[in-house]
Structures are given as C-alpha cells and as structure tokens.
C-alpha cells in the first residue's frame, strides 16, 4: 500500500528565516506531487505540482518554491519567511491518470513569527 | 477560473438524522468527483468518490450527481457526534489538478 510522509509536523520560524519542508511517497512511482496550502479556517490553496522528476509547476506566484530531485520526493522552500505565509501546508499524491484520487499527508503546521 | 462552491455551514443536525451537504461545480468538463472529510488540524481523508450521473452509496454515506446541474451532494445517514468535521468537495476535469471547495462545516449534536 502507499503511505505519504511529511516532516516536520509543526515548526515555528521567525520572519525573514528560511524555510525547507519534504515530502515523500512509498509504495508507488512516478505519480504526481501536490503542495497545498490552507491558512487557518479557509480552504485549499494549491501552491505547485509536479508529474516528474526536476517538473514544477507554480500555481501562485510569491516567495516559495518547490523541487522534486527524485521520483517520490518534493520539497518546498523559501528563502525568507513572510508573516503571510503561516499556515498548514499540505503534500499530496496522485497515480498517473485523468480520474485518480488524490491522498494528502498528514501536514506540517507552520507559525511564523 | 474554474469553481467550486459549497456553503460554509455550519450545518448542525442532531445526532440519528440525515446530514446533507451540497456542492456546485463551474466546468460541465468536469468528469471526477470527490469527498473529502477533515477534522480539525487534521489532513482530508477521501470519503467517496463518483464518475458518473446518478447515486453510489457506502455505508452510511450516498454520494449522488447530476452533471446537467453541475450538482453534486453528500448525504449522511444516521449521522453520529464523530461524523463532526468540515466536508470538502473536489473535482477533476481530467488534468492533472483537483479543484477543492472551501468546505462544509457539520456539527453533529448528541
């Protein structure tokens, strides 16, 4: 079966500190790789995807970027935190395919300060 | 821009009656449909999904669309106190992104 993993589940970073958040898949290959984002109380923001190694695409241009160095592994980073971007942010996974569900991660909860 | 609306609720049913959530969807290209539930600081968990017209049902929980209404809704039976959380409905127009609604919050009264 496939499980996601993200790390770190809760981490509280001053403004202007950068910013490295992963995510990983087991049990799969080549499936597609989502970041969300969702401030408290609101819904789904779509951050970037990804449907191969070293493929990002950015949905909302701001200070936070995103790399896939191998097949089941994405990361999202940022040079320098804004208060703005606190938030839950979320990984998830789809097979290859036009009508395949999409699993989330467990989250990380990040406070910036 | 392709949307998805819900009411943001909160819908609050006793617990035994049926809770229904609702969902509208902008794109008549849209040829996936899903629902998702998600308890406070908590990550969405897949409830049902459902490709076409009509109703599917999974335990407690029927899924029903209708594509000429661009309509689909959630019911659930018997709903419990744990059945307490935000509904999300999702769609899929055969690309590689989902678009989420910003959620139905249920509160199940015991």
């Known amino acids: 079966s496939q499980t996601i993993h993200q790390w770190p589940a809760t981490l509280v970073q001053p403004v202007g500190s950068p910013l490295s958040l992963e995510c990983t898949v087991e049990?799969?290959?080549?499936?597609?790789l989502y970041w969300y984002r969702q401030a408290a109380g609101r819904g789904l923001q779509l951050l970037f995807y990804?449907?191969?190694?070293?493929?990002i695409s950015s949905e909302v241009p701001q200070n936070l970027s995103a790399s896939r160095p191998q097949d089941r592994q994405f990361i999202l980073s940022s040079k320098k935190l804004l208060l703005s971007d606190s938030g839950f942010y979320l990984c998830?996974?789809?097979?290859?395919?036009?009508?395949?569900?999409?699993?989330f991660g467990p989250g990380t909860r990040l406070l910036v300060l | 821009q392709k949307e998805v609306e819900q009411n943001s609720g909160p819908l609050s049913v006793p617990e035994g009656a049926i809770a229904s959530l609702n969902c509208t969807y902008s794109?008549?290209?849209?040829?996936?449909f899903f629902w998702y539930r998600q308890y406070s600081g908590k990550s969405p968990e897949l409830i049902m999904f459902?490709?076409?017209?009509g109703d599917k049902e999974d335990g407690r929980f029927t899924a029903q669309l209708n594509k000429a209404s661009q309509y689909v809704s959630l019911l659930i039976r018997d709903s419990q106190p744990s059945d307490s959380a935000t509904y999300l409905c999702?769609?899929?127009?055969?690309?590689?992104?989902?678009?989420f609604g910003a959620g139905t919050r249920l509160f199940v009264k015991a």
């Open positions: 459902i490709y076409s017209n």
């Open positions: 999702a769609v899929k127009d055969g690309g590689f992104k989902t678009i």
């Open positions: 990804s449907v191969g190694i070293g493929q």
């Open positions: 998830a996974w789809t097979k290859t395919g036009a009508q395949e569900t999409q699993y």
């Open positions: 049990g799969t290959s080549n499936p597609n």
């Open positions: 794109d008549r290209g849209s040829q996936s």
